[in-house]
């Protein structure tokens, strides 16, 4: 409360109105958002490390340092909640706006990229071409079967899980008949190895 009264009185200072100095000590559990003019130079500068994730996996990171005020909190992307860590995890590849509010209301924000790392490993490689020979003609763009399209092969990555127990598991898919254990293996040697586009 003490602060709020401070800051608020850093703004008058700072030739605000009567009236912007009654609202600004309006009191609620939020902090409010000041207006940009009265926040000015107030958060100096926001320094983002991303971390890139594989390809289909959501383990991408942003790392966030923030200069020039105090008591920050983070939000990624307009529709999230502040937090009070510095640091997004299980993020997937693709664009974030990341958002600071310090102590005092005073928000900013930046564009930060999560990129794309590593390259397809051969044991995927083995499981997409396997997909493909034996489950895409159920598993595709215009029929996806039980929900599973594989065309996509982010696709093949999420479902894993189901894969191993339809195809390997229980034996119960391709459903017109299981598949020898060589390619079973196939499956399971991805799986026990990360199950990731890098395997
Ligand atoms: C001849 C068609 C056909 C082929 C080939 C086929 N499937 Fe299916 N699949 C289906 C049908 C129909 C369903 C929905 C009914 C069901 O779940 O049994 C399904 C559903 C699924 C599901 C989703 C249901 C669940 O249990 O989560 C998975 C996963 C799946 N299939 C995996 C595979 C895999 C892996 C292969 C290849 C190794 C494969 N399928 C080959 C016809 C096929």
New binding site residues.
């Given amino acids: 409360m003490n602060k709020r009264i401070t800051n608020c009185l850093n703004i008058f200072t700072f030739s605000f109105t009567v009236i912007a100095f009654a609202a600004c000590s309006k009191s609620d559990s939020s902090t409010p958002i000041l207006p940009p003019d009265a926040c000015a130079g107030k958060i100096i500068s926001i320094t983002t490390t991303p971390e890139a994730a594989k390809h289909c996996s959501s383990d991408g990171s942003i790392d966030i340092a923030v200069t020039g005020s105090t008591n920050f909190t983070y939000k990624l992307n307009s529709g999230g909640t502040y937090q009070a860590a510095s640091k997004f995890t299980d993020l997937a590849e693709g664009a974030y706006t990341v958002f600071v509010k310090d102590g005092a209301g005073c928000e900013k924000s930046v564009a930060v990229t999560v990129g794309s790392g590593g390259t397809i490993g051969p044991l995927f490689t083995a499981v997409k071409d ?2 493909t020979t ?6 595709n763009n215009a029929l996806a ?4 399209n ?1 065309e996509i092969e982010c696709n ?1 990555i999420k ?1 894993k899980a ?2 191993k ?3 390997v598991d229980e034996g ?5 008949g299981a ?1 020898p254990q060589s ?1 079973k293996d196939v ?1 399971s040697t991805w799986i026990t190895a990360g199950g990731t586009f890098t395997n």
Avoid at 145 to 148: A, L, Q, V
Wanted: aromatic share 4%.
């Fill in positions: 396997l997909v034996r489950c895409k003609s159920c598993h079967n039980g929900g599973m594989f093949i479902s189901r894969i127990v339809r195809a119960t898919m391709p459903q017109t598949l390619e499956i």
